[in-house]
């Protein structure tokens, strides 16, 4: 699958607000972006770090996947992205090898990156995301 770089690391917090000191004055990053996903049921903050940025999700739903997440498991490190190219192509690599989908088709993601995550099951506990940002495609 060859991934390029880790894309983000996704955060599930309560409450982005009372998140946001910790990143912003003690890790001293800058929040950049604030986004509602809603066919995702969160709200989305993003800090650059390199070329990896930190994705904090609060539900904006008990009954959304996030919510559920923070129900089960309380707060902590919710997924990690790695980007690829042709997600697409990736997609019918993993579902070959056996992997377990929760998306068989990219979707829209924050950002406008075309995401798909793979089930933890099979990846080993932790939920993963493949994205690839179509943005950049002329950049190549
Ligand atoms: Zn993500």
Known sequence: MKPTHIEHIGIAVNSIAEALPFYEKV??????????????????????????KIELLESTDPEGPVG????KRGEGI???????????????EAEAAGIRLIDTAPRKGAE???IAFLHPRSTFGV???LCEDKKN????
């Open 68 to 71: 559920r997440f923070i129900e």
């Open 112 to 114: 406008g990156l075309s």
């Open 137 to 140: 495609e002329n950049n190549k």
């Open 127 to 129: 939920l993963t995301e």
């Open 27 to 52: 890790l001293g990053l800058k929040c950049y972006n604030i986004e509602e996903v809603a066919n995702q049921k969160v709200k989305t903050a993003f800090f650059m770090i390199g070329q990896t």
């Open 78 to 92: 919710h997924h990690i992205a790695f980007a690829v190219d042709q997600i697409e192509e990736r997609l019918r």
